[in-house]
């Protein structure tokens, strides 16, 4: 490698240092945060989505996250404690079903986060792209919620089955044109129901209407534990970055009406609530999943109260209250007898914080050459302190990493053809952030023909297709050779040919695609996104053509002059003879 190649990769290094040293400091606060009291603001990463990436060819992540800082529900309900029975329920539903009664929400700061991907056991800073809230980009693809809800119809629900009805036609009814929805009704043994994943309104509803009454009692005991983890592993599981026949949003949350009866049943206690509620923050279904992507869930638990012995009243209302996940965006409340009015009221405080998350886009340069990836959030800096989200650890996110787009840097490579236009023959400077650490013989140039067309869009399609129209275009591509490759530009001589231009005069372009061979990732190759550059034909050669003349100039030179030579010496010849 030349000098100059040298001097850019210690360069390159060297701007690393910084973010570097500042993404170990964040760590490190993310670690003391997490020690903290429970009032202590919080990240918490619900969704890291890689599919724009497959739509605009950059290598974008979009992040759903909240930034809250949870209250004690003792606290919330500290003036229902002198009351009992009903009061004290009603009491409790009203002081938590106001918005905000159990967070409070923080702006995101994203001039204090650093969010980091783990490779080859370094972690290596994203960029900070955007930032908005989730209530002002209802219309954006992908922003909507995938619903679970899950109805109780077994026979010890009696006539609260009807008011758990209104309950879940409520949350349909206020759904969002981007969100989905799954109506799961379950007896003493299992799902009886399920209306699929739907996007309709109407079809969701007709679900509903469409069990009219509960399920005969199968048994004193009924596993309800088994029963809801079952249905939620079964309904989340189907629910990827592909989708199942709608498109799949970035959000999920999983919605439980049920009265909490499970008689005796040993594994339906208030502690295995506890591992439930972990189970579906953990956000991995089935819990060895290696290949869909992580997605916590909030679970919104919603108590109906029966006639039940006393004693499994107290366990039905700690089961239900135990799943419910409020530091991520989970709710309890009861419904007592003819308090479906409530359904309003709980919709709302669930829809409004689910408002307040925020969708932040990162552009990362460099990912694992593996399915699963490692993300870290952290925070330095910040007033009050705010704890960053590890927990994305070797988890599928639904990064293939052969996909994942080259991080080009367009503008500044634009520029450069701009002023120095590619031509047959000549060189291009490739501008962005590489992760070939310097090494030339990863990276390699492909340039497209001028009658071969690049695919309009990979929307809609899956990583196949877009890992196939990659191959399509390299194979047919005319391949150039890297002459230096740093971290964040790369030189490649480009082949003497013109089949690679495009158009003419000012007009004339030149379509590429960068390839890294041993990450076996390619820069945009859509039709609007793939690389196109100013270009020109080859200039003339003067210096051949000048060197050409002369020399011809020269050999006519000689031969008239070996001409008129060998004349004189015929005639010299002829006149001495006699």
Request: charged share 20%.
């Amino acid at each position: 490698m030349s000098a100059p190649a040298r001097r850019g990769g210690r360069g390159g290094r060297a701007l690393l240092c910084a973010p570097l040293l500042a993404l170990a400091a964040a760590v490190l606060a993310l670690l003391a945060g997490q020690g903290r009291a429970e009032a202590a603001p919080e990240a918490h990463l619900l969704r890291v989505d890689p599919r724009a990436s497959t739509v605009d060819g950059s290598p974008v992540l979009t992040t759903v996250l909240e930034v809250v800082q949870n209250k004690r529900l003792s606290d919330i309900t500290r003036n229902c404690a002198a009351l009992t029975g009903d009061a004290n329920l009603d009491c409790i539903s009203d002081a938590i079903e106001q918005p905000s009664a159990l967070y409070s929400s923080f702006d995101f700061p994203d001039k204090n986060a650093i969010f980091s991907v783990t490779v080859d056991g370094t972690d290596l800073p994203a960029k900070f792209e955007s930032k908005a809230r989730w209530g002002d980009s209802a219309g954006q693809p992908g922003v909507g919620t995938a619903w679970l809800i899950l109805i109780d119809a077994a026979s010890s629900m009696g006539t609260r089955f009807d008011e758990a009805k209104a309950v879940a036609s409520a949350f349909v009814n206020a759904m969002q044109p981007n969100d989905i929805v799954d109506v799961i009704f379950f007896n003493d043994r299992g799902v009886v129901e399920d209306s699929k994943w739907v996007s309709n309104k109407q079809t969701a509803a007709q679900a509903i209407a469409g069990v009219t009454r509960t399920y005969p009692t199968q048994g004193r005991t009924r596993p309800l534990f088994t029963i809801i983890k079952n249905a939620a592993t079964d309904a989340f599981k189907e629910l990827g970055n592909a989708g199942q026949g709608v498109p799949v949003p970035m959000h999920q949350a999983m919605v439980v009406l049920s009265n909490g009866s499970a008689g005796a049943d040993p594994s339906s206690t208030a502690a295995a609530s506890n591992l439930l509620r972990d189970y579906l923050t953990k956000g991995r279904f089935p819990e060895n999943n290696d290949v869909l992507p992580k997605t916590p869930v909030p679970v919104i638990s919603i108590w109906f109260p029966s006639r039940l012995v006393e004693e499994f009243t107290a366990n039905a209302r700690e089961f239900m209250e135990g799943m419910a996940n409020t530091e991520i965006g989970g709710f309890f409340s009861v419904v007592r007898d003819g308090q479906q009015r409530r359904a309003a009221n709980i919709v709302n405080a669930i829809r409004t914080r689910f408002n307040k998350m925020h969708i932040v886009k990162w552009r990362v340069s460099c990912v694992a050459p593996s399915i699963t990836q490692t993300f870290k959030l952290a925070f330095i800096n910040t007033d009050p302190p705010i704890a960053g989200d590890a927990t994305f650890q070797n988890v599928p996110v639904g990064i293939d990493p052969t996909a994942w787009p080259l991080d080009i840097d367009r503008e500044a490579t634009d520029r450069a053809a701009k002023k120095d236009p590619l031509y047959p023959g000549s060189t291009v400077k490739i501008f962005g952030n590489f992760c070939w650490g310097g090494n030339t013989q990863r990276a390699e140039i492909y340039m497209v023909p001028k009658n071969q067309a690049a695919p309009q869009s990979l929307q809609g399609g899956n990583l196949e297709d877009a890992k196939k129209a990659q191959r399509t275009l390299i194979e047919g591509g005319m391949r150039g050779k890297a002459v230096t490759a740093g971290d964040s530009v790369v030189e490649f001589e480009l082949p003497d040919t013109d089949k690679f231009l495009v158009g003419k005069g000012d007009q004339m372009t030149a379509r590429l695609i960068v390839y890294d061979n041993q990450a076996r990732r390619t820069s945009a190759v859509t039709a609007d996104k793939i690389l196109t550059l100013k270009a020109k034909e080859a200039p003339l050669p003067y210096l051949l053509i000048g060197g050409v003349t002369f020399g011809g100039v020269v050999i006519v030179l000689l031969l008239v002059s070996i001409f008129r030579g060998g004349g004189g010496r015929r005639r010299g010849a002829v006149a001495a003879a006699p």
